[in-house]
């Protein structure tokens, strides 16, 4: 599978707990979770 790792995802509001959890679990809305996923990226 290639990944596009140029290609900008928008994940916030669609259930995903990395973008959608921020305040909750740090206590802020403006950070950079650090951690990089498989669906981070498109699968095309």
């Known amino acids: 599978m290639n990944y596009?790792?140029?290609?900008e995802i928008n994940r916030m509001?669609?259930?995903?707990?990395?973008?959608?959890?921020?305040e909750t679990r740090f206590g802020v809305k403006d950070v950079l979770p650090m951690w990089v996923a498989d669906m981070d990226f498109t699968g095309k």
Do not use: G, I, P, V
């Open 4 to 7: 596009n790792f140029d290609q």
């Open 13 to 22: 509001k669609t259930a995903c707990e990395k973008w959608d959890d921020l």
